[in-house]
Each structure stands twice: as structure tokens, then as C-alpha cells.
């Protein structure tokens, strides 16, 4: 019983973590999370199992540190390539056991905004970590810019406020012309606005403006 609760503390504090580290993200999704991939290890030091989860991590995601040193817990954060928000994180947990050791996969993704599923990237990351085959995951697509209705990312002008404006950041933060900051999410074409107060507005069909909760402003682009 003792070892059942052990690993349902340490599940729900990997998830804690990755769900953390997926609370910048611009646009409000669901979460897709992986677990159960589980390695015992008979023979093995900690030291090779974080050498292993490091290398694993790096292979598909970026920012890869240990939680405490010497701690065996290793997250991740990505995809690869792309700035901007995170859309998927890992975390691959080392254990001492005996003469070797267990290791487990925790992932989570973003869905919409992940170009794969959380099963898939903790898959790959594991055979990486063992040495199996991996199946390419798909590339993602860059964080669009413009008058775009996938993106508030842009210089905002206030419609009916003069001098008013905000500039929208591709991590979902805007900042307006007096230094005052907020954020932004987008889903669909609605749009949740946090600036002195939350107002829910709705992003025309060109991208250009965003109405509704009191506001309208028009993209420069």
C-alpha cells in the first residue's frame, strides 16, 4: 500500500510540474497527458539512467534540466525548433533499485497546438532512452505571424480609446502604451483578453480586429 501511494505522489507531482511548465502557453487547450511507461533496469547506476534520460529529453525537446541535482528527476520542455510557448513537456524519473534501477515516462501536450500526442512523444523518448527503434514525430508549424486568426501576436491600436495600445507577445503576455501588462488566449475566434479585468472578444474572420467585453482594437498589419 505504502509503494501504491509512493507512485501516485510521485505521478501527480510529475504532472504538477508538466502542467506547470505548459501554463505559459497563448491560446487556452486541453491537456493530453501519457503515463505508464515503466523500465526496471536490474543493473545500472543512477548516474547512467540520468545520462540516458538527459540524452532522450534532448532528442526531442528543449530545456532539459534535473529538477535537484543528483535528484534523477529530468524535465523538458518544446517541440524542438520553435520559439514561443511551450506545447509539450516530459519528465523522465530515475530510481535506485537493488543493483539497478526504475525508470518512468510522464509527457503531456497541448491539443490544439501540438503536432503530435503525448503517447507518441513518451514513446519516442523511451526507445531513444533504451536504444529501440523511434518513429519520427511530425515537425511543427512556426508560430504564425500578420493578420492571422491563429495568433494575437502584433501592435494593437484601441478603436474608440485614442492613444491606446497594446503590444501582444507570442508567449500570450501584451504589455499597452503605458506599461501596464496583461494576457492573451485565443481558441477558436474567441479571444480572452486580461486587462483590467477579463473580457471575452471575438477575432474578425481577417484576423484584423478583436470586439466585444467592452474593447475593439485593430491589428497593424
Known sequence: MALAFGRRRRLCAGAFVLTALLCVSAAPAAVEMSTGIRYVIPSGSADDCSAKAKTALTAYLQNVTEQSTGGGEWVATGPLGVTGPSTAAAVVRCN??????????????????????????????????????????????????????????????ADDKPGLTLQMDVNGGLTDSDGVSGNWGLYGNTVTLTYYGTHTMTITSDGKRIHGGGYAFTRKC
Open 96 to 157: 535506485a533499485v537493488g543493483k539497478g534501477y526504475v525508470v518512468t515516462f510522464t509527457c503531456v501536450v497541448q491539443i490544439p497546438g501540438n503536432p503530435y500526442p503525448a503517447d507518441a512523444l513518451c514513446l519516442d523518448i523511451a526507445h531513444n532512452f533504451s536504444g529501440k527503434p523511434v518513429k519520427p514525430l511530425p515537425s511543427p508549424t512556426p508560430i504564425p505571424t500578420g493578420c492571422t486568426t491563429a495568433s494575437l501576436v502584433g501592435t494593437w491600436t
